[in-house]
């Protein structure tokens, strides 16, 4: 499904931010409201986040005062405002952000499946309400789904997609696509009370709230306690101030309600608040916290901070587990849901809850929980999926397995960026490790090689060889553009070359290669995948192969191998559109062997390498050898094409549009 134009229901700050950030994308969006006046309001809250942007540019020097006015005005134009539903009859996708009712929300839902046409998708903004009730209003639920931004949308990168019980697959895959295409990095959950990142972040802030309240601490020292802790980006109720009271109570009762007492505190301090319109940042700073700086909940005893810190990382944690073992989400969208909607960066030296288990032991933390089940209750009672892990000897990054697989590299390595790690029964893994991105650089491609003349002049013997990433969250996000085109032109012919000679090997020498792909595998990244003879995927791992949007065409192998895998047609799909395919469709279509779920994926891969590594070898290597023929031809024929599509003007436009991260104008030439 494609999004040529959408809309916009609801033009508060959050609307108007929401169509900004369709606009900035270069997609036409219609922006409706009830009066003229909200509609202005929307029209000039999208403008100001506009201007804050480009100003931004233009005082770095990147466009020239002239430009950015342009600019401005170019993304401005692209909002149409409207208070009837003029203009939605040729929408693709809708986003729904009225107020958090259920009986409104279905309301309008009523209204969009009337309006507009059937192929559309009807998406809502809502923080927790069932999306499954919400589709209920309309005659076609499988279109419906959850497109939770966070605020302020304009800055906040993370979007939860939220599947219904009705939803499609194709649904689910249309709205990771658009969160993509409007620069956002989405994640996907199942329909439930607050679904990923409100849940667990407002189950680790209830205890807080359970304590001061309990004990009459000072919020003022609580807040700076607990901030300075290196566990939250700020204290916890600064943060309330900056989210709004209204918000977070609304929240909070919620999760109450779903998930009773026990697990969940509605804070007596934040209910009276909002009930006098003390509602944070929104009303001048009168909130949790007066505008002179001031706590307006009532407390003076001094907090015990490292009590308070451990309550909240376990609380946070615990619902975190829940979360998992309900298959609510994976592992990996739940960190990287805390990390993007939650502010736990490791970059600012924080880290969402399960890389942090994994850095800490889960036997250690398996211990404090047991403590805490016996001192505070069942509310801390250590998830099923932790003792488990502790049980098979899965204790963190110290063990190189946890929530996550960790690199046990040898001690004398061929190469930089990509480490080996030698084992028993013939099986080594090649661990890509360059970067937060993982790229294929220039300088990968050459390690890689190294490490794959090390496998094959083994002093023991390699039979099966495991290609997995380093970094938790993707395998490789594809081709390092900038390194690429600084190359020289004969620098480039011969990396190219001695790229497609690695690639080939992989998939016809007499060892097993096994790719595991743990997140994101786009363009080098998925072809390196699949060059190799097994494809195994995490579930929440996506595929792509978005170079037609740079103007250029697969250069490793893409257009060759991709079409033996998946069929002409699905090939075409992904070469010439270039969306993400998520892991169950590309299993679907016959790209990869099997998906499992994220924290399984890397004891999967072990096991199919111990079994292939078991195979006889010559056997192998022959039927490897004649699987792969043909191919050679067409690799060479790959290669020039790729050098002319390479030198055109429309490749020079593509690659200058996603450096400079705005959309490309081709011309053809």
């Not at 605020?151 to 939803?167: C, F, K, N, Q, R």
């Not at 390092?480 to 190359?487: E, L, N």
């Amino acid at each position: 499904m494609f999004v040529f134009k959408a809309a916009v229901v609801g033009a508060g700050t959050m609307g108007g931010q929401i169509a900004q950030t369709i606009a900035a994308a270069g997609i036409p969006v219609v922006l409706k409201d009830i009066s003229d006046e909200l509609v202005a309001a929307g029209i000039k809250e999208a403008r100001s986040v506009t201007e804050g942007q480009i100003g931004r540019l233009v005082k770095k020097g990147k466009l020239t005062e002239e430009q950015g006015a342009a600019a401005v005005a170019e993304v401005v134009d692209r909002i149409h405002g409207t208070t009837a539903y003029d203009g939605f009859g040729d929408v693709d996708f809708v986003i729904e952000a009225v107020p958090e009712r259920m009986p409104i929300k279905q309301a309008v839902f009523a209204e969009l499946d009337a309006c507009t046409p059937s192929h559309a998708i009807l998406a809502s903004n809502t923080s927790g309400l069932s999306i499954t009730e919400i589709g209920e209003a309309t005659l076609r639920p499988e279109k419906v789904v959850g497109f939770h931004y966070f605020y302020p949308a304009s800055l906040m990168p993370l979007i939860e997609v939220v599947e219904g019980d009705e939803t499609s697959a194709d649904t689910v895959a249309a709205a990771l696509a658009f969160a993509q295409a409007i620069r956002k990095q989405p994640i996907a959950c199942l329909d439930t009370p607050g679904f990923v990142v409100n849940r667990i972040l407002m189950a680790g802030i209830s205890e807080v709230f359970r304590e001061q309240e309990e004990k009459g601490l000072s919020v003022k020292a609580l807040d700076e306690g607990v901030g300075a802790a290196g566990v939250v980006p700020v204290g916890p109720y600064v943060l309330v101030n900056l989210l709004g009271l209204d918000t977070v109570l609304h929240v909070a009762e919620h999760m109450f309600e779903s998930y009773g007492p026990e697990r969940f505190y509605v804070s007596k301090a934040l209910t009276d608040l909002v009930a006098q319109g003390k509602l944070g940042a929104k009303t001048a700073g009168d909130g949790t916290y007066s505008p002179t700086g001031e706590p307006n909940v009532v407390g003076d005893a001094e907090p015990d901070v490292p009590e308070l810190v451990e309550l909240l990382t376990l609380k946070t944690f615990v619902e975190a587990c829940l979360v998992l073992q309900e298959r609510v989400a994976t592992h990996r969208d739940i960190d990287f849901g805390m990390m993007a909607g939650a502010g736990l960066d490791p970059r600012r030296g924080l880290m969402p809850p399960f890389v942090k288990a994994d850095a800490e032991g889960l036997d250690k933390l398996l211990a404090r929980l047991e403590a805490a089940q016996e001192r505070y209750g069942d509310r801390f009672a250590p998830p099923v999926i932790l003792r488990r892990l502790v049980a098979g000897g899965r204790l963190g990054a110290s063990t190189g397995q946890g929530f996550y697989a960790y690199p046990q590299a040898d001690a004398e390595q061929p190469a930089e960026t990509v480490k080996l790690q030698t084992g028993d029964g013939g099986v080594a893994i090649a661990w890509l490790a360059n970067g937060q991105m993982n790229s294929i650089s220039p300088q990968v491609i050459e390690d890689l090689g190294k490490v794959w003349e090390a496998v094959k002049n083994a002093a023991e013997p390699v039979r099966a060889l495991v290609i997995a990433s380093a970094n938790p969250f993707l395998f490789s996000a594809g081709a390092d553009i900038k390194a690429f085109t600084s190359m020289e032109e004969a620098a480039g012919e011969k990396l190219i070359k001695s790229a497609h000679q690695l690639f080939s090997e992989l998939g016809a020498a007499g060892i097993a290669t096994i790719a595991a792909v743990n997140g994101l595998a786009f363009g080098g990244g998925c072809e390196l995948a699949m060059a190799c003879d097994i494809r195994l995927a995490a579930s929440s791992a996506v595929f792509g192969q978005p170079e037609i949007k740079l103007g250029i065409i697969p250069g490793f192998g893409g257009t060759v191998r991709l079409p033996r895998l998946v069929g002409r047609g699905a090939s075409l799909e992904m070469n010439l559109i270039g969306d993400l395919v998520p892991a169950e469709r590309a299993l679907e279509v016959g790209l990869l062997t099997d998906v499992v779920a994220d924290h399984e994926l890397f004891d999967l891969a072990l096991m199919w390498a111990r079994r292939l590594a078991g195979q006889a070898p010559v056997a192998l290597g022959q039927i490897k050898g004649l699987s792969a023929l043909g191919d050679e031809a067409a690799i060479e024929a790959e290669q020039g094409a790729f050098r002319a599509a390479f030198a055109s003007d429309d490749a020079k436009e593509g690659i200058a549009a996603f450096l400079g991260r705005r959309q490309p104008h081709f011309t053809g030439s």
